[in-house]
């Protein structure tokens, strides 16, 4: 039962689209591992040893971690998981609250690990969700050892923030190399320090998630809950953010000595790059996230 809805039929997984955009199923498999379904929400994992979960940004799916699940799936057993009403996973029912959402997510982990050891790792949307989930897991007794959020959200509302995107939707009026180069334009203003070809893959990734979200993910985003949840989570924690992250309000400077006041320990570092952080420096934060991840590594 997933917080009072007891008839499994209610999250009904979405098949993964043909390949009509950048990825086709087997590529998807191939990369990211065999599906299996826990409370509706899609999960995958490739590779052998400890456990690490990756949970994705908003509007998104799995495939932003397209540039670092292959290089980790050598050292770790990768997790990827879509977020309910994204990617691959259930479309979350009507009326459903954030909290009922947040304890979907978590209901789903504890099923599909099973009590297992694990690390989380969230992005974004992905970071606020992964902070929150690992504080509620944590007081059950069963929440990840080691966390590292990558441009983290869930540091309340973005008052002195102003990131303005073009509007432009798939239709007859406009042309589809229009929306490729207003969608490459649009990257480059929130999700990458500068915008890429309208024939970038990032583009076809981007367009890919935009036709699966299914989920509002502002509301929880703006929650400020990210650190009060990774205190309460008990985890050491990692945090790296984009020194050319536009959504890092109301500076970087701020964020990190907020982070830094609130969380001591933490292990927090800006790397070149803008908010698609493991995207735009694969190789940095791949690193940077073995590193911390690996068994025997320290906070």
Not at 48 to 62: A, F, K, T, Y
Not at 71 to 80: D, Q
Not at 206 to 218: G, I, K, M, T, V
Request: with cysteine; net charge positive.
């Amino acid at each position: 039962m997933v917080f009072g809805f007891s008839r499994q039929n209610q999250f009904r997984p979405l098949e993964y689209p043909k390949a009509n955009f950048c990825e086709s199923m087997k590529t998807h498999q191939d990369l990211y591992g065999a599906r299996r379904f826990a409370a509706g929400l899609a999960f995958r994992s490739t590779g052998q040893g400890s456990s690490l979960l990756l949970l994705h940004g908003g509007s998104g799916s799995r495939n932003h971690w397209v540039r670092n699940v292959r290089e980790l799936s050598k050292h770790l057993r990768v997790l990827t998981l879509d977020l309910p009403g994204l990617g691959e996973s259930a479309t979350p029912p009507p009326g459903i609250s954030d909290d009922e959402y947040l304890v979907w997510i978590g209901q789903a982990i504890e099923a599909h690990l099973a009590g297992e050891p694990f690390d989380m790792v969230g992005f974004s949307f992905g970071g606020a969700i992964t902070s929150i989930v690992a504080a509620t897991l944590a007081a059950r007794g069963c929440g990840p050892r080691r966390i590292t959020l990558v441009s983290p959200s869930g540091f309340g509302v973005p008052e002195q923030r102003s990131v303005v995107l073009e509007k432009i939707k798939r239709s007859a009026d406009h042309a589809d190399s229009e929306l490729r180069a207003a969608t490459a334009r649009n990257l480059g203003v929130w999700m990458l320090s500068s915008a890429p070809s309208a024939g970038d893959p990032a583009v076809d990734l981007h367009l890919d998630n935009l036709a699966r979200a299914r989920f509002d993910s502002r509301p929880i985003s703006y929650r400020d809950s990210t650190l009060h949840a990774l205190r309460a989570s008990g985890a050491a924690v990692q945090l790296l953010l984009g020194e050319a992250d536009p959504l890092i309000f109301p500076s970087l400077a701020a964020r990190i000595a907020r982070i830094r006041e609130a969380l001591p320990d933490a292990r927090v570092e800006a790397l070149a790059g803008g908010h698609w952080l493991q995207y735009e420096a694969n190789d940095a934060v791949n690193r940077r996230i073995a590193e911390f991840h690996l068994p025997g590594s320290r906070p």
